[in-house]
């Protein structure tokens, strides 16, 4: 794993939190966000998924 694919896994699972976080409390605002964090997690650890791929292809 790289970097990219951890901080991105970290971000997904942060976020998760935070928007459940935001459904028991009632805000919608902690909702958005917490989504807005997976979906950067999400294209975060893709990133790090193909840095991965290409380096495994230049071997």
């Given at each position: 794993?790289?970097?990219d694919q951890l901080?991105?896994?970290?971000?997904?699972?942060?976020?998760?939190?935070?928007?459940?976080?935001g459904k028991l409390?009632?805000?919608k605002e902690q909702q958005a966000k917490g989504l807005g964090k997976?979906?950067?997690g999400k294209a975060q650890k893709g990133l790090?998924?193909?840095?991965e791929f290409i380096k495994d292809?230049?071997?």
């Open positions: 794993m790289n970097k901080k991105g896994e970290a971000k997904d699972i942060a976020g998760k939190v935070q928007e459940e976080v409390t009632g805000s997976q979906v950067e790090g998924d193909a840095k292809q230049t071997k």
